[in-house]
């Protein structure tokens, strides 16, 4: 409760420290804010076309033009913020090193800053690929009400993963650089551009080690067959999520001190 006030005090600091980031983005270019709009549209359409149209890509299983494409861009999308949230969060006590010494404000702000920010732009993002979704005659129906809980799930287990590495960072840079390496494993270890159905069983047996596994495997059964979630599997990661959190926030309070010095 004492961390929430604190935050809520300084609700104007992190509202307005959001808006600079979003505008320093495109600040002096030429379309402005549009590219908000045209580099998430540009993705969703290339992936559509190359693997739906020239690959002529299918989902085991699933009829449909688009279920592939589809199915790619339920990963691929909610992957984007898992890992933006997460790299900003291995560094966002590094990268702020200077506003930490100098300014006297909660810390615990940055963090909160970086999930609002990396919120706002998958938000774009995702309403463009509603529309897509519409348009195509391939709208989920009412499980997309399921969409908000495992969002702020998979949110709060890429901060509280995010803030524990941000901690760990300041005192061992080679925490950021590692983090860098396995995270592209993390990629290739989630069945995002492949169907789990598709791997031997040991490698499936394995697979059922990733957090992010239940969670993917929630959004492209929402976005592809309309599907309700499994909550009993998705209720485990909300619990280490939560707990990732907590604990993040315990270890931060407790060295706030030693990495103002480390800094």
Known sequence: MEVL?????????????????????????????????????AMIVVYTVIFSQLMRSRLPGVDGTFAYSIYLCAGILTWGLFSEIMHRMVAVFVDNANLIKKLNFPRLCLPLIVMLSAGANFSIILGLFFVFLLVSGNFPGWAVLALPPLLLVQVLLSAGLGGLLGVFNVFFRDVGQMFGVLVQFWFWFTPIVYPISVLPDWAATLMQLNPLLPLMEAYQGILVAGRWPDWGRVTPIAAIAVLLCAYSVLLFKRHAGDMVDEL
Do not use: H
């Open 5 to 41: 006030s604190s935050l809520w005090r300084f609700r104007g600091f992190i509202l307005s420290s959001v808006k600079r980031e979003i505008q320093a983005k495109y600040r002096n270019s030429l379309f402005g804010f549009a590219w908000m709009v045209i580099q998430p549209l």
